[in-house]
């Protein structure tokens, strides 16, 4: 039975996404293999001896993702919410980094390491901090990234939060690798434990076979994971001993030669319909097109606004637990931070599937259907043009910036936007450029200075700041598809008064 209360969907408009999930790669994304795990699993280390660099060359501020990728020279940038440049962070492990406002999404190093031409490495927060958000945005990555490297210690268990996440990866097209590392009870045994263990393992000639811990330790970890999610079974673990790290090295290595060639072949060079005429079908009303574009321009701007308030709502939900709870006043910034990352990816999701609806239903009613991919690409390219000759087109890549005072600031540019990114993606190939919301740098200084340790002034600032994201994003959201409206529509009708596609 419908849902009284509910719109109906305009015809032929695509469901959006209501949720964050694991994606497919996709054929221009940079390959990456994205590595997570709780704290105390020496992640960091594994990092360094799979590429040979000293530990402290990879420490970067709590909350923050750390970018390794391949270059000539050593070099160190910090990408901070609220600039447009990065900041120079010094690849020297005994330097010491710039005094930022606030910690950076990201920040990336860049190593001559050969490993490196394969494939970037993108180490992540501790699992055990990411909440709701965090896992949100970390699967986002990954479906992007391609692969997941779970690092886990053999003196550790899964959590819940952990298998929940590793169960939505599992439901994607992505790598899934697991390396147990010792762990501090892991390779020391005391010594009665010792002869008790060769006394177990004696064989019928008296001989004795030493039980090696993180092998046992990944038997076990591996029964509890295909307890709870068994679509990981086939999922290879490794010990990430720096003796055994060669096969680790090797395995992702062969990962990436396969995804290289499995991304080549995904996509044509030449899609069909890049090239020549494309004839406007016959009896095409242009008043009737624009009024029909018009209605379902609105109806998903409508729709993006209904779910983003809705998403909003539940965000102020866990910040007012979690502030009263959980992480408290001091905590409140990361918080509330990863949670506007990962609305960001949501509206731009939401935006970019809806806008593909718009285009590939009106111009089907121009040129037929279904609509091929080169003519979409075309469509989508003069859209894009169209879009520079109206005067809100500057401010589409704006970057929305929560203030210390529960204000929205807002900063423009394609560079504002580039520091918001925990991984940067392949160049878009969307009509709109992505949606961005941050915490600015005031917001860190005051909620963690000792004197604004209040619960009810930090919830009292926590509801007024996401009242005025959710009135931002409205207007952002209403400007973006009246600007969609105005260029495809224009586009559409040169189409029609031609009798061809001019794009």
């Known amino acids: 039975m419908p849902d009284p209360g509910r719109q109906a969907e305009p015809p032929g408009s695509a469901p959006l996404p209501t949720r964050l999930g694991v994606t497919v790669p996709g054929p221009d994304e940079p390959m990456a293999v994205v590595v997570a795990g709780p704290a105390g699993a020496n992640r960091r280390e594994l990092i360094a001896g799979l590429l040979g660099v000293e530990s402290a060359t990879l420490a970067v501020p709590p909350g923050s993702n750390l970018l390794v990728q391949h270059a000539a020279t050593a070099t160190r940038a910090a990408y901070v919410p609220g600039y447009r440049q990065p900041h120079a962070y010094g690849a020297d492990p005994l330097a010491a980094g710039p005094a930022l406002a606030r910690p950076p999404r990201r920040v990336e ?218 992480v408290g006043c001091a905590g409140l910034p990361q918080m509330l931070d990863r949670e506007l990352e990962a609305l960001s990816l949501l509206a731009t999701a939401q935006c970019d599937e809806a806008v593909r609806g718009l285009v590939d239903e009106a111009a089907a009613r121009v040129f037929g259907a279904p609509l091929a991919e080169g003519v979409r690409r075309r469509i989508i390219h003069a859209v894009r043009w169209g879009l520079a000759d109206h005067p809100d087109a500057p401010e589409l890549d704006r970057v929305l910036l929560v203030t210390s005072t529960a204000g929205v600031a807002g900063l423009t540019g394609a560079g504002a936007l580039d520091a918001l990114a925990g991984l940067p993606g392949a160049q878009r190939d969307e009509v709109l450029p992505p949606v961005g919301v941050a915490l600015n740098g005031g917001c860190w200084q005051h909620w963690r200075a000792p004197g604004n340790n209040d619960p009810n002034a930090a919830r009292s600032w926590a509801q007024r700041a996401l009242r005025e994201v959710e009135l931002e994003l409205s207007r952002e959201v209403s400007r973006r598809f009246e600007v969609i409206r105005l260029s495809l529509g224009a586009v559409l009708a040169d189409a029609v008064d031609h009798g061809i596609l001019l794009a």
């Open 109 to 326: 190093l860049s190593l001559p390491d050969p490993l490196l031409r394969h494939f970037a490495v993108l180490d992540t927060p501790d699992t055990g901090t990411l909440g709701v958000a965090g896992g949100r945005v970390l699967r986002d990555a990954v479906g992007r990234a391609g692969a997941l490297l779970f690092v886990i210690s053999a003196d550790q268990a899964f959590s819940a939060a952990e298998l929940h996440l590793l169960a939505e990866v599992a439901r994607a097209r992505v790598e899934v690798f697991f390396a147990v590392t010792p762990g501090v009870t892991g390779p020391a045994a005391p010594a009665d434990g010792a002869r008790a263990q060769d006394r177990a393992a004696s064989g019928p000639n008296g001989s004795t076979r030493r039980l090696d811990p993180v092998s046992v330790s990944i038997e076990a970890h591996r029964a509890a994971l295909l307890a709870a999610v068994p679509a990981l079974t086939p999922a290879r673990w490794f010990p990430a001993r720096r003796a055994e790290l060669p096969q680790l090295r090797r395995a992702l290595v062969g990962w990436a030669a396969d995804e290289v060639l499995r991304r080549g072949s995904a996509r044509p060079p030449v899609p069909a319909g890049a090239h020549g005429r494309v004839p406007v079908l016959a009896g095409v009303e242009p008043g009737e097109l624009a009024d029909r574009v018009d209605r379902q321009a609105r109806a998903c701007a409508r729709r993006i606004r209904q779910h983003l308030a809705l998403e909003l709502a539940n965000i102020h939900l866990r910040v007012v637990q979690e502030i009263v709870f959980g």
